[in-house]
T-cell receptor, first 112, second 112 residues
Framework: DVKVTQSSRYLVKRTGEKVFLECVQD?????MFWYRQDPGLGLRLIYF?????MKEKGDIPEGYSVSREKKERFSLILESASTNQTSMYLC???WGVGSPLHFGNGTRLTVT | TQLLEQSPQFLSIQEGENLTVYCNSS?????LQWYRQEPGEGPVLLVT?????EVKKLKRLTFQFGDARKDSSLHITAAQPGDTGLYLC????????????FGGGTRLMVKP
């Protein structure tokens, strides 16, 4: 089975801090994704990557950046955390076009 | 912009009841994926439907894809507490098939 591992289940950070969320997948998938999930808003795509060092903006990239230096690892960076970035963050990977996503268990980030 | 609408948003039923949830699009689906997300976990793929009129069964779950491929339904027979979760539909993005657009989900609670 594909395993997508997110480094933290819960994080509490202060406004203005730089925050790193890490994600690792073990199935050599080409594509990796970062979503945030908020009540009433569903899953919204922040960024995705289709290859090492390649990235594309999703629907809500403002305030975020990403890094993919190795195929198995995709990092989400909050340059200066704000309270409106308090959310559940989900990482996912997939094999190719139209193929299903394999999700991690999420990181619940609280920014105070 | 693709829009996926799921209904109902919330559903609370007693164990043993039947239920149907719906997913509708503003455009024709190329294919559609259904996921279930249990509390504290990431979404997990249940099924992918591709052909108009297609019906797929997964134990007590029956998935139907509309003939015109603009709608889909998920029917659960004799619901159990283990079916509790958030049910999400998703379709490949028209412009970038690597990406999925998710509906807002149906949150199901099955009471014993």
């Amino acid at each position: 089975d594909v395993k997508v591992t997110q480094s933290s289940r819960y994080l509490v950070k202060r406004t203005g801090e730089k925050v790193f969320l890490e994600c690792v997948q073990d199935m050599d998938h080409e594509n990796m994704f970062w979503y945030r999930q908020d009540p009433g808003l569903g899953l919204r795509l922040i960024y995705f990557s289709y290859d090492v060092k390649m990235k594309e903006k999703g629907d809500i990239p403002e305030g975020y950046s990403v890094s993919r230096e190795k195929k198995e690892r995709f990092s989400l960076i909050l340059e200066s955390a704000s309270t409106n970035q308090t959310s559940m963050y989900l990482c996912a990977s997939s094999w190719g076009v139209g193929s299903p996503l394999h999700f991690g268990n999420g990181t619940r980030l609280t920014v105070t | 912009t693709q829009l996926l609408e799921q209904s109902p948003q919330f559903l609370s039923i007693q164990e043993g009841e039947n239920l149907t949830v719906y997913c509708n699009s503003s455009s024709v689906f190329s294919s559609l994926q259904w996921y279930r997300q249990e509390p504290g976990e990431g979404p997990v793929l249940l099924v992918t439907v591709v052909t108009g009129g297609e019906v797929k069964k997964l134990k007590r779950l029956t998935f139907q894809f509309g003939d015109a491929r603009k709608d889909s339904s998920l029917h659960i027979t004799a619901a159990q507490p283990g079916d509790t979760g958030l049910y999400l539909c998703a379709e490949p993005n028209n412009n970038a098939g690597n990406m999925l657009t998710f509906g807002g989900g149906t949150r199901l609670m099955v009471k014993p």
